[in-house]
């Protein structure tokens, strides 16, 4: 029986404190209070003695995604023309460990998978049989921890002004802005813009980089910087053509973010921020961060001479969380914007489509568009990116459920383009029991460029329904 118990606990811990840093420690920040709703189904973890500073916490997250995709000209899916493709995929499995082996050190692990449908994201099974089968389940964090000034003192258990950490590995304690540290199971919208990470899946595993670490409080400014080794890249420039990603001198990179906390302070028990608490408590963080990596990207300005250039990504966000009214009705207000300015090296410029389905039309005859096939859109690059979210929670009306309509909007102004392009998301979310389940519809309109001109030449659409579970 308690082995049944042990393996109950693994799967059900909720991820409150081991994937979402903005969760409310009870015990060390008491200037940030929490609604309680009796129907909330709460955090589980395994002490280790009787005093509780040595334990495990283990959580599960699992978010699949249904999708109606109107596909960008010029896409074959399976090999057939589509303009439109429905399918389901899973967008993120994720199974998280983490311990305080002393009161000082603890350890911090998550594994998982992404972005697998019925044609990518495949591991093993993909083949002459079939594509998207079998994904490779990899660690996206793995990195230890030593608490040099702890947000408690242990002596007393009373929290302490200020706090500092230390720690290397596999991590995501990144740099830029709130939205660069993002919690997966506390957004506002359907999902992350993906922008937010400068060098996703390019000179990082997945936002993450392999490095050291500080991160704490001074009084009400929280910070995190990092020096890490960025993963190596070695695409190849084209004579006369634009800077891609090779950092082939392998110099390190240099990342921080911190935001000064106007009225309720967060816990960081973890890397991530959290986009969305249901506006239960009034929040205001100004923050701002930078990465920086010299040499990160080459250009080739004449056959067989290369140009390095410096990749500096600097951004400044607001964000805010408002109860709106009658305290009993629990509405509220969130509120998110932020700018990024990104320097690539000359109109560096990357495409990006979440679980594309398509490959390219080779027989298409049509204006085709610079994204290319599938939901490919323009993800990034040198220029400049805006982008504003909100969202509302409706009043009480239930004690499961909770409704929240929420809208995005992203301005993209990049070097290599001849147009601004206009992004929009609007969507609905359904929360039962908190946040551990989530039901959310979103569409999506992205516009798309002519790769002749490079202007925007028509818009496609995408709909998506999430289904989260956070246990």
Do not use: C
């Not at 074959?76 to 589509?82: C, D, R, T």
């Not at 990504?313 to 914007?337: C, H, Q, R, W």
């Amino acid at each position: 029986m308690d082995k049944i118990r042990l393996i109950f606990l693994f799967f059900a811990f909720h991820l409150s404190y081991a994937q979402d840093s903005v969760a409310i420690d009870r015990k060390e920040e008491k200037t940030f209070p929490e609604r309680h709703n009796p129907l909330d189904i709460g955090e589980l973890k395994i002490n280790l003695n009787s005093k509780g500073d040595r334990w495990l916490r283990f959580g599960i997250n699992s978010q699949i995604w249904l999708r109606n995709i109107e596909n960008n000209l010029g896409t074959l899916v399976n090999g057939i023309p589509q303009e439109q493709t429905a399918d389901v995929g899973i967008r993120r499995m994720r199974l998280v460990l983490q311990s305080q082996v002393t009161p000082f050190y603890s350890v911090f692990l998550q594994m998982g998978i992404n972005n697998q449908t019925f044609i990518s994201g495949g591991g093993n099974g993909t083949g002459a049989n079939g594509a998207g089968k079998k994904p490779s389940l990899f660690f996206h964090d793995a990195y230890n921890e030593l608490a040099v000034i702890p947000r408690v003192n242990f002596n007393t258990g009373k929290p302490n002004e200020n706090s500092l950490y230390i720690g290397a590995g596999l991590h995501s304690w990144n740099g830029v802005s709130r939205l660069t540290n993002a919690s997966t199971t506390k957004f506002l919208a359907a999902d992350l813009p993906i922008f937010n990470f400068p060098t996703i899946e390019i000179a990082d595993q997945f936002a993450r980089q392999m490095g050291v670490f500080v991160h704490g409080d001074f009084k009400r400014v929280n910070y995190r910087f990092s020096v890490n080794k960025p993963f190596a890249t070695s695409n190849a420039p084209q004579v006369g053509g634009i800077a891609v990603d090779n950092n082939r001198s392998g110099k390190l990179s240099y990342a921080g973010y911190a935001y000064y906390q106007f009225f309720a302070r967060e816990a960081t028990v973890t890397s991530f921020l959290s986009g969305n608490n249901l506006a239960k408590n009034k929040i205001l963080n100004i923050g701002s961060g930078f990465y920086l990596n010299k040499e990160g990207t080459l250009s080739q300005p004449e056959a067989n001479v290369f140009e390095p250039h410096d990749v500096s990504v600097f951004g400044a966000d607001v964000y805010s969380e408002i109860p709106v009214g009658n305290k009993n009705k629990e509405m509220g207000l969130t509120l998110y914007s932020v700018f990024y300015r990104y320097n690539y090296g000359p109109d560096y410029i990357r495409m990006s489509g979440l679980m594309n389905p398509g490959t390219a039309d080779a027989s298409f005859t049509g204006a085709r568009a610079l994204e290319g096939p599938g939901n490919n859109r323009v993800l990034m690059g040198t220029g400049n990116i805006f982008f504003l979210q909100a969202g509302f929670v409706l009043p009480k009306f239930s004690t499961v459920l909770k409704v929240q309509p929420f809208v995005n909007y992203t301005l993209k102004d990049m070097d290599a383009l001849q147009q601004k392009g206009n992004y929009y998301d609007v969507g609905t979310s359904f929360y039962l029991y908190g946040q551990n389940t989530r039901i959310a519809i979103q569409y999506s309109s992205r516009p798309l460029y002519n790769a002749a001109s490079g202007k925007v030449f028509d818009r496609k659409g995408e709909l998506i329904i999430l289904f989260n579970i956070v246990l």
